[in-house]
């Protein structure tokens, strides 16, 4: 693969062929990487000198194998078997028109649409799968809870397994039902990362698993209030420290959701808490 640069309006650049490039992804890396230290070198005054150089992905550069100072070095050749190609304007348009949706424009949807930070709809669209896979989650639901969970929970799952999108025992559907279960207060987003990892390992309907498991998050600001009274009566000393220390609600609240087996819905359970403690 041979890479070179030029400013606008000037005669093409010195090319420098890579080598050790064995993947799709690895020649989009390569040519970015050999562009820019190209496009550094021209700009500090200094001459690109043709050579062959390899790629490296594990450090993500180019190093300087053997140079070639002349063309016949190369042996370049035009090939007879080759026919020169005229394209008239109307065949280009008609192929511009049915490209499909290219990485750029869709990673320009997916912020505008989701409200996807650039870094998030960057990484969902490095693969057509993850983008797919995202678009079917996000339906109809928040893009930016779907994207969160996709990338954090689910990439980091795939990854320890050594495996990619396309082979997630975790369906769109399945990760869906489980954001949405989050949306409607059914369960905790601690129970919700328990949940995942069971549909990961074991498979299953989400809802129906909630349901047979008791999974479901204690909305009762009843039988919360009597677990946050039995806590606090329990340790008078921490109660009078909190008052002084607003920070240490926290300490309460990990007390009650070991308590309830962290099925206490959150912010019931911090609004009850700043009541008894009489905390702002």
């Known amino acids: 693969m041979n890479v070179s640069v030029r400013r606008p309006g000037e005669e093409f650049g010195t090319r420098c062929e890579i080598k050790n490039v064995n993947s799709i992804r690895f020649i989009g890396q390569a040519i970015e990487v050999e562009a820019r230290r190209q496009i550094a070198i021209l700009e500090d005054g200094g001459v690109i000198e043709q050579e062959t150089r390899l790629y490296d992905p594990g450090k993500g550069e ?3 194998m053997r140079s070639k100072e002349e063309a016949h070095d190369y042996r370049y050749f035009p090939d007879p078997d080759l026919l020169p190609l005229e394209f008239d304007q109307a065949y280009v348009d008609d192929l511009a028109q049915h490209l499909p949706e290219l990485p750029d424009e869709k990673k320009a949807r ?3 649409d989701y409200g996807l930070t650039p870094y998030d709809a960057g990484v969902l669209v490095a ?5 797919d896979f995202f678009e079917e989650v996000a339906k109809g639901r928040d893009g930016k809870v779907a ?3 996709i990338i954090n929970e689910l990439f980091g799952r795939l990854n320890k397994e050594g495996k990619d999108i396309t082979e997630s025992p975790v ?6 039902a489980i954001i949405e279960l989050i949306g409607e ?9 328990d949940l995942f990892e069971i549909v990961f390992t074991e498979g299953g309907d989400p809802r129906e698993i909630v349901e047979k ?7 009762d600001m009843g039988a919360i209030e009597r677990a946050v009274d039995e806590i606090i009566a329990a340790n008078p000393d921490k109660v009078e420290q909190a008052k002084a220390k607003p920070t240490l609600l926290g300490w309460f609240v990990g007390q009650t959701m070991k308590a309830t087996g ?3 819905n959150p912010q019931a359970l911090n609004e009850i808490l700043k009541a008894k403690l009489g905390i702002e």
């Open 62 to 64: 180019t190093r300087s």
């Open 262 to 264: 962290g099925k206490a």
């Open 147 to 149: 994207a969160n969970w």
């Open 110 to 112: 997916f912020m505008g």
């Open 213 to 219: 498991r008791g999974m479901k998050q204690v909305t």
């Open 185 to 193: 207060n059914v369960i905790s987003g601690k129970i919700a990362k």
């Open 127 to 131: 693969e057509r799968a993850s983008a």
């Open 171 to 176: 369906s769109a559907a399945q990760l869906g």
